[in-house]
């Protein structure tokens, strides 16, 4: 896709389509989306939101605009679906999926996507889907992207058509992550719509089908459907009540019915996840060697004072945290969510520009979606949009435990960063490195600095080294070998 | 998946618990029950299950609905009642005017 420099999305949707190419987005509405954008754009709902930044601004383009934007980059831009208007988008920065959202970040943009619907209600507009992949991060905080989500509502109509969709993709994966321990990420990668209430349903004993919120979000919609006649659609068919009032009152209540469902299935701070005492308690450092770390990091990043930082195995995103108060924008990833769940409070808390994301560096997320084009695989988004990688006590991680050579490490590294390096080279007779080679420390026998440092040198000039006194531990800054130099 | 599974007989779902204690389920049991065909089907439509849900939700919702505007009617009664009376007694000079 980023071959062709063009990648459209938003096929489902009839009512237009979004072009991104050049770091720009725009959007192609057809006539009987237009109505429907203007009318949400001009309610004190969207005013509200936009001025909050949960809502992605949006501007219409005019003929010359389109002219020129075509002029520079052929026809990108074009009307051919039917388009009666192109409206362009503010980016977002850094685009994210529900599979790599900790829940609290999904249960996040439930709550937005709630708070939209029930807003727009007492303006007589309404969202028509309602999927955690109308939403994206800007930092920690959730925008609404989709536009064409919105539209003019049948006063008298007391249905929310979204509400099946809204169980599916927010509910019930936050319920099956909250009671059954399944991490989203494998929830949602291979389910594009969420699940479905008889696959909860299977999971359930019996008392726990019969616990309330089970009961009303898995039971009870798995007995209704196994009474139901398939062939019999008339349930579908819209029911238009006399009286507007009361069709205001159903649909109140059920998206504050989905309200309290949402808070239910809402996550836990939980303190028992692998990592996440990892630097409070079990890690290699002495408060001094830990001090010099942190020292020779923020040294680093105030010496090249880096836009935008990536950094992989965040751990509890300390390093993350110094980086953005440094003012630089960072995606901070791990493949732990418990780490990233407790990282993502914390920013949100502080207002800190850091995007946590659930990532396994030696597994990332792959392209997902129709002809694997419609949602770009971690690796795809990351490609040149760092200035500064942070791999700080990972590398023997992904060497021991996941079994990637240092050449491969390194090189994944270059391709990562388009200026900086600050690695942290963990020698085999350390503890840590120990416990994670299990007996099998032959296999690294051969790792030793002079090995480390020929190999970065392959990509990468050395800045500085710091060896953490008494420690199996030398933290690199490094500058890589490129463009830079031509 | 969790191994509870094989222990449960996916026929027998829609009978009520008979000495349940749950006032909330026993509603819901209530509600299904007498509001729906008994007719198994093998073959469900995904999806079909939280848009009857919703249905249920809305059916609540509407007689929720029916009871408030009661309730507003008859306290409009008794408040028009009271007036009535009010005047009848002559007491209330603010009312004078009617």
Known sequence: ?486 | MPKENNSTKPTQHFVTPPESHFLQLAVWALVFVTVLPLEARAYTDPGTGTFLLQMLLAAIASSLFFMRTLRRRIRLLFRRNRKIGATEDGDSDKQSVE
Request: aromatic share 10%; glycine share 6%; hydrophobic share 40%.
């Open chain 1, 1 to 486: 896709m980023r071959t062709r420099g063009v990648n459209t999305r938003s096929f489902r949707d009839p009512a237009g389509r979004v072009i991104v190419a050049d770091e720009r987005v725009f959007r192609v509405v057809n006539e009987a989306g237009l109505a429907h954008l203007r009318e949400f754009l001009n309610s004190a709902t969207a005013r509200r939101f936009l001025e909050s930044g949960s809502l992605v601004q949006t501007r219409f383009l005019s003929l010359g605009e389109i002219g020129e934007i075509n002029g520079a980059g052929g026809r990108l831009l074009s009307f051919d679906i039917g388009g009666a208007a192109i409206v362009e988008h503010e980016k977002v920065s850094f685009q994210s999926y529900p599979y790599e959202w900790p829940p609290e970040m999904l249960y996040e943009a439930g709550r937005l996507t709630l708070d939209l619907a029930e807003s727009l209600l007492n303006e007589g507009l309404g969202i028509k889907d309602a999927t955690p992949y109308n939403v994206l991060y800007r930092g920690p905080l959730p925008v609404f992207v989709d536009l064409l989500s919105f539209e003019r509502r049948d006063p008298g109509d007391p249905v929310w058509v979204p509400y099946s969709q809204f169980v599916r993709t927010f509910l019930l994966p936050l319920l099956v992550n909250k009671y059954f321990g399944l991490p989203l990420d494998q929830l949602l990668l291979s389910r594009r719509d969420g699940l479905e209430p008889e696959e909860v349903y299977r999971m359930c004993g019996t008392l726990r089908k019969i616990n309330p919120i089970f009961l009303e979000l898995v039971s009870t919609p798995k007995w209704l459907a196994a009474k139901h006649n398939g062939d019999d659609t008339s349930v579908y068919q819209p029911k238009i009540l006399d009286n507007p009032e009361k069709a205001g009152f159903i649909l109140r209540s059920l998206i504050k019915r989905l309200r309290r469902s949402l808070n239910s299935v809402k996550p836990e701070q939980r303190k028992d996840s692998r990592w996440s005492d990892y630097l409070a308690s079990n890690n290699n450092y002495s408060a001094e060697h830990f001090t010099a770390k942190q020292k020779f990091i923020e040294d680093a990043l105030a010496e090249f004072k880096p836009r935008r930082v990536l950094d992989a195995g965040c751990n509890t995103g300390h390093f993350s945290v110094i980086a953005a108060r440094k003012g630089a924008e960072v995606i901070a990833i791990d493949y732990d969510p418990v780490v990233i769940g407790e990282l993502w409070r914390r920013c949100a808390a502080e207002k800190l520009d850091v995007l946590p994301l659930v990532v396994n560096l030696a597994r990332p997320t792959p392209a997902m979606g129709w002809r694997n084009l419609e949602f770009a695989s971690f690796l795809d988004r990351a490609h040149g949009k760092f200035d500064a990688v942070m791999m700080l006590a990972v590398i023997h991680h992904l060497l021991v435990s996941e079994r990637i050579p240092l050449e491969e490490i390194i090189d994944l590294a270059a391709d990562l960063t388009t200026d900086i390096l600050i690695v942290e080279h963990v020698d085999p007779a350390d503890s840590m490195f120990r416990r994670l080679a299990r007996g099998r420390e032959s296999l690294h026998a051969d790792l030793t600095v002079e090995k480390f440092e020929s190999v970065c040198r392959a990509r990468f000039d050395i800045v500085r080294v710091q060896h953490l006194n008494e420690t199996s531990r030398w933290l690199y800054l490094l500058r890589k070998r490129n463009e830079r130099t031509v």
